[in-house]
């Protein structure tokens, strides 16, 4: 299983960015598909999830009309739009499937 973020940058408060993971090694399509963040100091904390056919999906009350999460599965992708970011944003972003996780992208909101 392998899993690769990008999309991530500075960006001004109110600005939006879009992440997007690649995924390889599996069913893709099998699988829910979730982005976590952390940003420096706090734990680990589940973003936007969404199930294997991209029916449901999922959302942190901090982000809930701000971001959306979605997938291909004909390109085993899946993304992350923000919208609106805020300083708070500001974190390491992860794509993640149960136990496996990408590298990780650094977002960073701040004028």
């Known amino acids: 299983v392998q899993l690769v973020e990008s999309g991530g940058g500075l960006v001004q408060p109110g600005g939006s960015l879009r992440l997007s993971c690649a995924a390889s090694?599996?069913?893709?399509?099998?699988?829910?598909m979730s982005w976590y963040r952390q940003a420096p100091g706090k734990e680990r904390e589940l973003v936007a999830q969404i199930s294997g056919d991209g029916g449901s999906t999922n959302y942190a009350d901090s982000v809930q009309g701000r971001f959306t999460i979605s997938r291909d599965n004909t390109k085993n992708t899946v993304a992350l739009q923000m919208n609106s970011l805020k300083p708070e944003d500001t974190a390491v972003y992860y794509c993640?499937?149960?136990?496996?996780w990408g590298q990780g992208t650094q977002v960073t909101v701040s004028s």
């Open positions: 090694g599996f069913t893709f399509s099998s699988y829910a």
């Open positions: 993640n499937r149960r136990r496996y």
